[in-house]
């Protein structure tokens, strides 16, 4: 027992997306091995990973979580603009009335197994309602840009439009969808059967003790949290892959990965992207590695240069290793990683807070961001050209490593069992 404090049975109730799983194992593997029995409930996509972690894995049973979740090719296009309030308000009941549902799935079995305290995605609203019926300790898992009201209260417009995605086009606008964006949850809690839900839970419920995957000074707003939140850092708890394929040849060329995340891929709507980057790097002295997703038929793939190597899986954190540019989504673990091995990134984000988090890496000098929908041959050609050249942007990447060497999942246990001792957790 870590200084005197008892061992516990702890739930943890996931989001089933490798951004939300995988940098949470980490935190699992490292609790089980201080003596915590932890239950995860997640999908069987998960199961493997949940259980080499130490969990003992739970499955969801709603139908829309029972599987990995993934998006849509509309959901993807829609979310590459701004909405309006209305489209937000189904959103969010649907959003609603999923938690709902999800409460009344495991209320009963989590009762039973009677946990000394609950840990949850941040996006995993069903895990805060959970700690309120049951008045258990709630801890929020953030693998994403965290989010207080207070920054609602200092920077609406920002918070509206780069959380949101809602289009605020003057001040009346603002103040009324601000207005509206109080009222609308409370007019469905009652009819859902839920307490306290706010219009920002939708994208973020934090707990008692809230947990962030992300290097504060990447964090906006990092000076408006109170303690409650805790910046660990990055989290690169290693991934057993079984991978023994090579990068490409042995030459001194440069290499650039291209990987626009596990869960687009799989729609097949990037094979425009792709045909873009044939042409952009194809006579290239380069060597590129481009992942395509695991539902991606490599054979149907045509007219693929001959400096390239396509693959439908890549561990990342081992090809970063020796990659002089990432071409990627956006995607928080993906940037942090890049960051962590000073490789300059060439953003392309599609969906989500995958647009603030490009504006942030731009902002530090660790890369370009461009625009997938009008991306042309010569751009993507230019940005990496760029990246390739300018040595300030790997200078930056380095003064901005982080000091946890990726280690965060470490120092978030530690968090945990300090909260533990202050709330006399058993």
Same mark, same amino acid.
């Given at each position: 027992m870590p200084g005197g404090i008892a061992m516990s049975k702890v739930i943890f109730l996931g989001t089933p997306l490798h951004g939300h799983t995988y940098p949470s194992l980490g935190l699992i593997n490292e609790l089980v091995n201080r003596g915590e029995q932890v239950i995860y409930y997640s999908s069987d996509y998960f199961r493997e990973a949940i259980e080499k972690a130490g969990a003992v894995f739970r499955r969801y049973k709603h139908p829309e979580l029972h599987t990995e979740l993934e998006y849509t090719h509309d959901a993807v296009v829609h979310s590459q603009r701004l909405y309006d309030l209305k489209h937000f308000y189904g959103g969010l009941e649907g959003s609603m009335k999923i938690c709902s549902e999800m409460v009344r799935e495991v209320l009963e079995e989590v009762e039973k197994d009677n946990p000394a305290y609950i840990i949850h995605d941040s996006t995993a609203h069903w895990g805060k309602q959970l700690a309120r019926r049951l008045q258990l300790p709630s801890i929020a898992s953030i693998t994403m840009f965290a989010f207080c009201d207070r920054i609602l209260e200092l920077h609406p417009r920002t918070v509206l439009e780069k959380l949101f995605r809602i289009e605020v086009n003057?001040?009346?606008q603002l103040?009324? $969808? &601000?207005? @509206?964006l109080e009222l609308i949850p409370k007019a469905l809690t009652q009819k859902y059967d839920l307490t306290h839900f706010k219009s920002q839970d939708k994208f973020l419920c934090t707990g008692d003790l809230n947990i962030v995957y992300v290097d504060e000074r990447l964090q906006p707003y990092a000076e408006l949290f109170d303690d409650s939140f805790k910046f660990v850092g990055p989290s690169f708890f290693q991934r057993d892959t079984c991978y023994t394929r090579s990068f490409g040849d042995s030459t001194d060329k440069p290499l650039l990965?291209?990987?626009l995340g596990s869960m687009v891929n799989k729609l097949g709507i990037y094979d425009h992207f792709y045909e873009l980057c044939f042409?952009?790097?194809g006579e290239q002295d380069l060597r590129v590695v481009l992942n395509v997703g695991t539902e991606h038929d490599l054979s149907s793939m045509r007219n693929v240069p001959a400096n390239f190597q396509m693959t439908n899986f890549?561990?990342? &954190?081992?090809?970063l290793k020796s990659t002089d540019v990432f071409i990627s989504h956006?995607? @928080?673990n993906s940037v942090s990683e890049s960051i962590h091995f000073h490789v300059p990134l060439l953003l392309l984000p599609q969906t989500g807070d995958q647009y603030y988090v490009a504006e942030r890496v731009e902002h530090i000098g660790a890369g370009l961001c461009l625009d997938l929908q $009008? &991306?042309?041959?010569a751009q993507l050609r230019s940005a990496v050209e760029t990246l390739l050249k300018d040595p300030t942007y790997r200078e930056n990447c380095k003064s901005f490593r982080t000091a946890n060497s990726g280690n965060g999942h470490k120092e978030a246990a530690d968090e945990v069992f300090r909260f533990k001792q202050v709330h006399s957790i058993v």
């Open positions: 003057s001040s009346d103040h009324d $969808t &601000l207005r @509206m990965y291209i990987s042409e952009a790097f890549v561990p990342q &954190l081992e090809i956006a995607g @928080m $009008t &991306l042309d041959a």
